[in-house]
Nanobody, 125 residues
Framework: QVQLVESGGGLVQAGGSLRLSCAAS????????MGWFRQAPGKEREFVAT??????????YYADSVKGRFTISRDNAKNTLYLQMNSLKPEDTAVYYC????????????????WGQGTQVTVSS
């Protein structure tokens, strides 16, 4: 069982930056593939980024819409997942969720086993 708690959301102007954090409980955090998803009002939840469980492997994947602007990382010693978001755009406005997956790297929300409650990111133009 893993519990996830996101933080770091807020209101920022277009072009600005935010760093989201996701604190995980449990001693096996390092074994989970971790991902970030987002959901805007009236839209389906969409994949943002994912990182594999092994730091030495360190596979990361990004949605095309955020590639080059967002960076996913993890600190297994702190049981924490991060999402550094730069050059934010109004279309990045959404509730951001972190998720944990016992399986391999995947961009599909249905494959993730545990979810946080979400943190709101609002980008003004």
């Amino acid at each position: 069982q893993v519990q996830l708690v996101e933080s770091g959301g807020g209101l920022v102007q277009a072009g600005g930056s935010l760093r989201l954090s996701c604190a995980a409980s449990g001693r096996t955090f390092s074994r989970y593939t971790m991902g970030w998803f987002r959901q805007a009002p009236g839209k389906e939840r969409e994949f943002v980024a994912t990182i594999s469980w092994s730091w030495t492997d360190g596979n990361t994947y990004y949605a095309d819409s955020v590639k080059g602007r967002f960076t996913i990382s993890r600190d297994n010693a702190k049981n924490t997942l991060y999402l550094q978001m730069n050059s934010l755009k109004p279309e990045d406005t959404a509730v951001y969720y972190c998720a944990a997956d016992l399986g391999g790297v995947t961009t599909m929300a249905s494959e993730y086993d545990y979810w946080g409650q979400g943190t709101q990111v609002t980008v003004s133009s």
